[in-house]
Each structure stands twice: as C-alpha cells, then as structure tokens.
C-alpha cells in the first residue's frame, strides 16, 4: 500500500513558577505575579511545540539542540527556538498544530489571539493552522496549586 509520508508529533513541556521573573506563553509577556523558571524564556507552550515537531521528524527534543547548558540560549526567545525547529523540517509542510496550555492562573483566553499570531508568524504558517486551548485543573495537582505551568502540543508534517 503506498501510503503519503505524514507525520505526527506530540510535545509536552512544565515550568515551575516563580517570583522575579516575566510569564511568556507563546510568545506574549502575560500579566501575573509569577513567571516561569528556566534558561530561556521558558515558555512552556513554545517549547511543546517545538517538541512536537522534532518529534514528527523522528529528531529527539529540544534539550538535544538548544541544551539549558549553553550559554549560547540563556535567557533566549523560545519563539526565535520555534522558528530554528521550523526550519529542520525543511522537505515537510505544517498542516497543523494543536496545543493545550494546563494553568490555574492566569486566566488565559484574553491572550490566546496574540499567541496564535505570534506561534503562526514563527511558523510562517496561516493563523488557522494554529490552535491554543487554555484550560485549568480544578486546583488539582501543582498546577492547581499554581506551583507550575504545563503544556501539551501535537504538530502534523505532510511531505512536500
């Protein structure tokens, strides 16, 4: 059977917050007491989709390419990550991504617009081949607890 080369990739990121520093999620500085920790930016939406990616290309993750070792990434915009992922899957074309950012606070769904533009623009991608959930966990767990943010990503690659 000849089949069309698709590939599917699921990514899924945790930051833990912490005062002192900015909350970026896709690529936008939201308002809150609490940012979250990491080398770069650490946004964690970004970085599940970059793993999402490499995962449809069978290439491993992000800590392969860009470790939290280098200096070279400290304090890096993960949208400028994104766009690098994007340009490994050179031969593929996005059909698209799918991502679930899991918060108790902030409330998220005033900025989802801006991150879709933001995520789409790094992509080089139309807008509707991007989608953003926000959802929260019912105070369960550290998310509920607001010690962490987690996000959840899948990306689909068609062969050009």
């Not at 590939?7 to 970026?24: F, S, T």
């Not at 650490?42 to 793993?51: I, K, P, S, T, W």
């Not at 949208?79 to 899957?89: S, T």
Request: proline share 4%; aromatic share 4%.
């Amino acid at each position: 059977m000849n089949l069309p080369d698709i590939r599917i990739g699921n990514g899924y990121d945790v930051h833990r917050l912490v005062e002192g520093r900015k909350l970026i999620l896709g690529g936008v500085d939201v308002p809150h007491s609490m940012g979250l920790d990491g080398h770069s930016d650490a946004d964690a939406l970004v970085h599940a989709l970059c793993d999402a990616l490499l995962g449809a290309l069978g290439a491993g993750d992000i800590g392969k390419y860009f470790p939290d070792t280098d200096p070279k990434w400290k304090g890096v915009s993960s949208l400028r990550l994104l766009k690098e992922v994007m340009g490994m899957c050179k031969g593929f074309k996005l059909a698209n991504v799918d991502s679930v950012i899991v918060a108790q606070q902030p409330k998220l769904a005033p900025h989802l617009a801006e991150m879709k533009k933001n995520i789409a623009s790094a992509l080089d991608v139309e807008i509707d081949r991007v989608n953003i959930k926000a959802t929260t966990t019912e105070k369960l767990g550290f998310v509920g607890r607001e010690e962490g943010i987690a996000a959840y990503a899948v990306a689909l690659l068609v062969k050009k």
